[in-house]
């Protein structure tokens, strides 16, 4: 068998495997070597959201059809690598109402001492901070859309919600 048929075999094998266990988004580490990633790419079986993380698809989907109906599959694949996180702010309040749009940008605390912006496709963000009071006990899992996200607790919400109206209010009385 000639390399470029091993490759292609390769290739195709991972990203079958990858599509009939619907693990649509992955890391670049994932892929079994660098040919394998860019045989995909070239293909159009491997689209890159950012570097060094994929959304895989069908010849025949577009990148419009796939990005926003896995968006909370990509946010739980890339806030993996920073457990414990949660969402706060606007984005948990969100949630916890079962409000289903996509925000402009997702606000994530973690115990990690990291401060990233991470730039989306389509003008989406997510934002991470770290909270060195972070504590588990503050976060709850909640399924959303079969992906495993973390909110903060409804009280913790409330009152970051309640510390921003007061200082917006005294910031206008100023």
């Known amino acids: ?6 490759l292609e075999k390769r290739a195709l094998s ?4 990858k599509m009939r266990h619907q693990e649509r988004i992955v890391f670049g ?4 070597d660098e040919y394998v990633q860019r045989y995909l790419k070239q293909k159009g079986f491997a ?23 896995s968006y909370w599959q990509i946010v739980e694949k890339f ?3 920073y457990l414990p996180w949660s969402a706060e702010k606007e984005p ?17 605390r973690t115990k990690r001492y990291v401060r990233y912006i991470v730039p989306l496709p389509n003008g989406l963000h997510i934002v991470i901070r770290p ?7 503050t976060a709850f899992p909640l399924k ?17 919600i309640k510390k921003r109206a007061s200082l917006d209010f005294s910031a206008f009385l100023k």
């Not at 991972?14 to 495997?17: D, L, R, S, V, Y």
């Not at 580490?29 to 079994?32: A, I, N």
Request: proline share 6%.
């Open 144 to 160: 959303k859309n079969g992906v495993t996200l973390y909110c903060d607790i409804p009280e913790k919400v409330l009152f970051a």
């Open 92 to 108: 948990a309040l969100k949630f916890l109402t079962g409000e289903e749009s996509i925000p402009l940008t997702f606000y994530v």
């Open 1 to 6: 068998m000639s390399k470029k048929g091993t």
């Open 14 to 17: 991972f990203w079958g495997n």
């Open 29 to 32: 580490r994932e892929f079994p």
């Open 47 to 69: 689209i890159s959201l950012k570097k060094g993380l994929y959304l895989l698809s069908k010849q025949d989907e577009s990148f419009e059809d796939l990005f926003y109906p």
């Open 79 to 81: 806030l993996s690598a």
């Open 131 to 137: 909270d060195p009071s972070f504590h588990e006990n």
